[in-house]
């Protein structure tokens, strides 16, 4: 199974100010066939299921507001929130769609500092 | 968007057995990807199982065996089979519909609760 590790496990940022997450993976997630990243983002307010932010490693949803991007390749992803609002409050999620079993990160909460 | 919605949920005793519900307005259960993904209280995403387009299913090494996925589709439902539940199988269930293997829009989810 392909483990996903987050890190930091929290983090606190000023409004206004960029916060960044990163992901992991104990395999490549790059599939030469389509030279994508299969890597995806969940954002998850208090209370709330969990909503898809980002796929393809950089590929926001529809909806999603451009300060949120994904980069990254192979074993190593980042979420990044350019200039942090009130209601990017939450926890976030990596996953990889890769390959079954799908597998989660464990989670970044971000706060406001 | 339009979410899947979960039913089903409630308490049972371990070694016991229940079966979640997922309806998805506005689409069927049999067109797209449909996900499983638990959350235990307090903790993060895991993901159950997914049944693709053509019927095949993929489930977490822990619940293989003990759950099963399946649709009906005169029902435009989607079901998971649970059984020989564990205490650890504590969580809220969310159903999802996916494009592929991304987890994509997710219903309000459904509480399970395993206990004596």
């Known amino acids: 199974d392909i483990v996903m590790t987050q890190s930091p496990d929290s983090l606190a940022v000023s409004l206004g100010e960029r916060a960044t997450i990163n992901c992991k993976s104990s395999?490549?997630?790059?599939?030469?066939?389509?030279?994508?990243?299969?890597l995806a983002w969940h954002q998850q307010k208090p209370g709330q299921p969990p909503k898809l932010l980002i796929y393809w490693a950089s590929i926001r949803e529809s909806g999603v507001p451009d300060r949120f991007s994904g980069s990254g390749s192979g074993t190593d992803f980042t979420l990044t929130i350019s200039s942090l609002q009130a209601d990017d409050v939450a926890v976030y999620y990596c996953?990889?769609?890769?390959?079954?079993?799908?597998?989660f990160g464990g989670g970044t909460k971000v706060e406001i500092k | 968007e339009v979410s899947p919605v979960e039913s089903g949920g409630g308490l049972v005793q371990p070694g016991g057995s229940l079966r979640l519900s997922c309806a998805d307005p506005?689409?069927?259960?049999?067109?797209?990807?449909m996900h499983w993904v638990r959350q235990a209280p307090g903790k993060g995403l895991e993901w159950v199982s997914v049944?693709?387009?053509?019927?095949?299913?993929y489930y977490a090494d822990s619940v293989k065996g003990r759950f099963s996925v399946s649709r009906d589709s005169s029902k435009d439902t989607l079901f998971l089979q649970m059984s020989s539940l564990r205490v650890e199988d504590t969580a809220v269930y969310y159903c999802a519909r996916g494009g592929g293997f991304v987890v994509r829009y997710w219903g309000q989810g459904t509480l399970v609760s395993v206990a004596p």
């Open positions: 996953q990889q769609h890769y390959s079954a079993p799908l597998t």
């Open positions: 395999q490549s997630l790059l599939s030469f066939s389509d030279n994508k990243n299969y």
């Open positions: 049944v693709n387009t053509g019927g095949t299913t």
């Open positions: 506005g689409f069927s259960v049999s067109n797209d990807w």
